[in-house]
């Protein structure tokens, strides 16, 4: 079977799980190979392609299609495409989408009762195994008292002197996070649930469930606003009673259309934040800068390569210590960050030369990143324009 894919869609990184059962099932006679074939230029790079496949625990070979040789070899029209291949070489079936687990199952079961299998297997090298505290930082979140990290299906909870305090495992796909009156939420993109972690990080539960890919978390006091990046849209929750008040987007309809909440188009919304009463947000897939307020959406930046592919934002509260107005970005296969001034409409690079950074979060004059590829946090420093790395250690 070959997976046609880029790791950037979300819909493809959904296909995963899927592989991952069927090469359980049918690990004495099904093949799959990963063929890579990258919308960005920077998920073109066989470096990019080697993070994403360990980060995303990929453990059948994947062929980097850089120059689309393949995708237009099997005429490809959309990711992911899953095209599934008969022992003589032949194509049997194509599906396009997720959700194809059953249908997929059937026609393999299908080809079993019909054709002799070769059972050779292959032999899998063997991936070093990281032992830093740190693997792929994905989200990071500034409050009060602590610093929350999520990476690697966990959330480290530090202090701003990089102590670990406490470790909250076993949330898949863990992202965005919020703090609100002692109490943790984290948002499990790959589970589609929003999770309430309590009385000192010690008690777990689910507070919303039944979502697509929920990726951004953002709240102004009153309601939880949650970027859907599986169904392009944000829907927003009013805390105290958990029931859904309205939605920016169609669901299901991927493009870069504004206009009223109910008839706008967005694609693959990531980080979320509120300035006075705009709510900012990049659409990952349409490489934007958008904001929603007065009942509508406005892109800002967009249908050029100022960004590519930006994965998180933050804002500068007015009297918040430095950068007050402004909108922080984290252009996430441009490998830097940059700031926008509303005001002006000017776009400045920050910093340069990370890799991959998918999370920024503020306080005070300080910017907290999620270096995801280092590995890293980076902490720079507004008022001096320094940067330097937050150096994590256990603390029990």
């Known amino acids: 079977m070959l997976d046609f894919f880029t790791y950037c869609c979300m819909n493809c990184l959904n296909v995963l799980p899927d592989l991952k059962v069927l090469e359980e099932e049918f690990k004495n006679e099904l093949l799959i190979i990963g063929v890579h074939s990258g919308k960005h230029l920077h998920e073109k790079e066989n470096a990019s392609i080697m993070d994403a496949i360990e980060r995303y625990s990929i453990e059948h070979c994947v062929i980097n299609d850089r120059d689309m040789r393949l995708w237009d070899a099997y005429g490809i029209r959309a990711w992911p495409t899953l095209v599934l291949i008969d022992p003589k070489g032949y194509i049997v079936v194509q599906y396009q989408g997720e959700g194809q687990l059953s249908a997929l199952r059937e026609d393999i079961k299908e080809l079993l009762a019909e054709h002799t299998v070769n059972h050779t297997r292959f032999e899998i090298r063997e991936r070093p195994v990281r032992t830093d505290i740190l693997k792929y930082p994905q989200k990071i979140y500034c409050a009060d008292e602590y610093l929350f990290i999520s990476h690697s299906d966990e959330v480290l909870v530090c202090t701003y002197e990089g102590d670990v305090l406490h470790r909250i495992d076993d949330i898949a796909g863990a992202q965005s996070m919020l703090y609100i009156d002692k109490k943790l939420y984290v948002s499990s993109c790959t589970e589609g649930k929003v999770f309430e972690v309590s009385e000192e990080f010690q008690k777990r539960s689910v507070w919303l469930e039944g979502l697509r890919n929920p990726y951004g978390l953002e709240t102004d006091g009153r309601f939880m606003y949650i970027g859907l990046a599986g169904s392009h849209e944000i829907k927003i929750y009013e805390i105290s009673t958990r029931k859904e008040r309205f939605s920016i987007g169609q669901e299901n309809s991927e493009s870069l259309n504004d206009g009223a909440f109910a008839e706008a ?52 509260k007015y009297g918040d210590g430095c950068g007050g107005g402004r909108v922080f970005i984290a252009d996430s296969y441009n490998n830097r960050i940059k700031v926008y001034n509303p005001q002006t409409q000017e776009v400045l690079t920050l910093i340069e030369g990370l890799s991959e950074p998918s999370g920024i979060c503020k306080k005070g004059c300080h910017l907290f990143i999620a270096n995801t590829n280092a590995h890293e946090i980076v902490i720079f420093d507004l008022s001096k324009m320094h940067k330097s790395s937050l150096i994590l250690k256990e603390a029990y």
Do not use: M, T, Y
Not at 289 to 294: E, I, K, N, P, V
């Open 265 to 316: 188009v967005l694609a693959q919304p990531g980080g979320l934040s509120i300035l006075e009463d705009e709510l900012w947000f990049v659409d990952s897939e349409s490489s934007s800068l958008r904001s929603a307020a007065d009942g509508k959406v406005s892109s800002h930046i967009f249908n050029s390569d100022e960004l590519q592919h930006p994965l998180d934002i933050c804002v500068g």
